[in-house]
């Protein structure tokens, strides 16, 4: 680990805080309706559009790309609250956790793509 | 929840992304960079822990659960990795990066919820 640039874990551990407040700040605001994660999926479909953006605009070795996205959108986004809340559910209402699980990742994938293909520049776009 | 408590958790939120980042880094050092796994590893093991603490400690839930745990796991990237794979046409992998973590996520989850109930 010697080549770890302790600049670079300062700008990770930054975002991921602010990330995680935003998170947290979220899921206080959208409480679960009815046992369903609303907070979570919202912040997951919208998280993984905003990393599809940034990695379209900036390299990944960028300080930016590093704050805003292995830190910010990876503190705001959350894979373990994803299971955890399928799961849960699944003992409620196991055809809301399948639809929950299965829309997530849909979704999911779709908002990554849609932000790399919006977010390239103007120019590049045509191509 | 109080403001201490919120603090806290986002902080935590921070040690949990710095964690991943070494993790990261450390498994594409050991595997490469050809196929995500150090993603894929980090929300298997903090989909494990998550359950082993939702079950074993659930007063630290906010704290450990969604402070540390949430900000060491991540669905953006998983997402973005998974794109990029299927877009370089590695569509196996792909396929594997999105449903294999989606099906052993919540086997790792589940794992953790039943070791957590009986420690």
């Known amino acids: 680990m ?47 559009f905003l990393i599809g953006v940034l990695a379209a ?7 930016l790309r590093l704050l805003l996205g292995t830190g910010v959108l990876g503190g705001f986004t959350t894979y373990s609250a994803f299971m955890t809340g399928t799961l849960a559910l699944w003992t409620q209402a196991p055809l809301l956790a399948f639809a929950y699980a299965a829309g997530s990742l849909v979704l999911g994938l779709a908002a990554a793509a849609l932000g790399l293909r919006l977010g390239r520049p103007r120019a590049r776009r045509a191509a | 929840m109080n403001p201490v408590l919120f603090l806290g958790a986002a902080l935590a939120g921070g040690v ?19 196929f ?37 796991t991540t669905f953006s990237t998983a997402m973005l990795d998974a794109v990029a794979l299927w877009r370089d046409g590695e569509r196996p992998a792909a396929a594997f990066d999105a449903v294999g973590m989606l099906l052993l996520g919540l086997l790792a989850a589940g794992l953790g919820l039943v070791l957590g109930s009986v420690l």
């Not at chain 1, 602010?18 to 919202?42: E, K, N, Q």
């Not at chain 1, 605009?57 to 300080?63: F, G, I, W, Y």
């Open chain 2, 16 to 34: 949990g992304a710095v964690l991943r980042y070494l993790v990261d880094l450390g498994i594409a050092r050991l595997a490469g960079r050809r």
């Open chain 1, 57 to 63: 605009r900036l390299p990944a070795a960028a300080d």
């Open chain 1, 2 to 48: 010697a080549n770890v640039k302790v600049r670079r874990l300062l700008l990770v551990a930054l975002g991921g805080t602010v990330g995680t407040a935003a998170r947290l700040g979220l899921s206080l605001a959208l409480p679960d309706g009815g046992g369903f994660p609303v907070a979570v999926l919202l912040a997951n479909i919208v998280g993984a």
């Open chain 2, 36 to 72: 995500p796994w150090g993603i894929f590893l980090v929300n298997l093991s903090g989909s494990f822990a998550l359950g082993l603490v939702t079950a074993a400690l659930p007063g630290a839930a906010v704290l450990l659960g969604a402070g540390l745990l949430g900000g060491y």
